[in-house]
C-alpha cells in the first residue's frame, strides 16, 4: 500500500489478556518506530527497529510489551496480561534515515481499550 | 533525558485571531519538525526547520527554528476552524531519534 497500515482499527480485550498489534509500513522503509498517545496528549517512544533488529528498546514500560519485525517490513507489538493503564492509541511509524532530512509517515493507529 | 516543552497545552481562540505555539528545549537539535493530527488519525509533517534562524511560511502559518537550534515556534495568523486540530513538535536528535513535544490541542471557534 501507499502508506502505513496499522490493524485493528480498535481493540477492546479483556484485563489480562494478550493483545498483538499489526503494523505494515511503507515498502522500502527500513526504519520503524511504535509509539503510545493518550488521549489528546504527545506521544511516548516505545521502541525503534532498524531492518529486523531494535537498537533501542528503552520506552517498552514493562516486560509485558514486546516488538518483533520480519522481513524488513511487519511489527508486530504484543501486550501480555494487558492492565487498565494499557488502554491509549498505539502508532507506527516508518521512515528512511537520516530522519534530518525526511520525515516520519505514521499510520492511524490501534485503540486500545482494557476492561 | 532530552525534554521538549511545548507550549500553550491548550488554547481555543475565535475565528480570525492570531496565535502562537512555542516549543522549547535545552538540547541542540540537527533539525525540528512540526506535524499535526487530526481525531483518529496520526500525525502528519507539516514542515521541518534545519538551519538556526530558519523561517518557513506555508500559508497562513509561519514556522521558526531558534538560531541556537534549541527551541521553535508556529505562528497561525486569522486563525480558521479549519486550523483545530493537534499540534506535535518533534526534534530530530539523530539519525532515528525524534524527541516529542507533549502537543498543543487548538480550538478555532467559528
Known amino acids: 500500500g501507499a502508506g502505513v497500515s496499522q490493524s485493528p482499527s480498535n481493540k477492546v480485550t479483556e484485563k489480562g489478556k494478550d493483545v498483538e498489534l499489526r503494523c505494515d509500513p511503507i515498502?522500502?522503509?527500513?526504519?520503524l518506530y511504535w509509539y503510545r498517545q493518550s488521549l489528546g496528549q504527545g506521544l511516548e517512544f516505545l521502541i525503534y527497529?532498524?531492518?529486523?533488529?531494535?537498537?533501542?528498546k528503552s520506552g517498552l514500560p514493562s516486560d509485558r510489551f514486546s516488538a518483533e519485525r520480519t522481513g524488513g517490513s511487519v511489527s508486530t507489538l504484543t501486550i501480555q496480561r494487558t492492565q487498565q493503564e494499557d488502554s491509549a492509541v498505539y502508532l507506527c511509524?516508518?521512515?528512511?534515515?537520516?530522519?534530518?532530512?525526511?520525515?516520519?509517515?505514521f499510520g492511524q493507529g490501534t485503540r486500545l481499550t482494557v476492561v | 533525558t532530552q525534554l521538549l516543552e511545548q507550549s500553550p497545552q491548550f488554547l481555543s481562540i475565535q475565528e480570525g485571531e492570531n496565535l502562537t505555539v512555542y516549543c522549547n528545549s535545552s538540547?541542540?537539535?540537527?533539525?525540528l519538525q512540526w506535524y499535526r493530527q487530526e481525531p483518529g488519525e496520526g500525525p502528519v509533517l507539516l514542515v521541518t526547520?534545519?538551519?538556526g534562524g530558519e523561517v518557513k511560511k506555508l500559508k497562513r502559518l509561519t514556522f521558526q527554528f531558534g538560531d541556537a537550534r534549541k527551541d521553535s515556534s508556529l505562528h497561525i495568523t486569522a486563525a480558521q476552524t479549519g486550523d483545530t486540530g493537534l499540534y506535535l513538535c518533534?526534534?530530530?536528535?539523530?539519525?532515528?531519534?525524534?524527541?516529542w513535544g507533549a502537543g498543543t490541542k487548538l480550538i478555532i471557534k467559528p
Open positions: 511509524a516508518s521512515s528512511l534515515i537520516p530522519l534530518t532530512n525526511t520525515e516520519a509517515f
Open positions: 515498502s522500502g522503509h527500513t526504519a
Open positions: 527497529f532498524q531492518g529486523n533488529s531494535a537498537p533501542d
Open positions: 538540547s541542540v537539535f540537527s533539525s
Open positions: 526547520v534545519v538551519t
Open positions: 518533534a526534534g530530530v536528535q539523530s539519525n532515528y531519534q525524534l524527541i
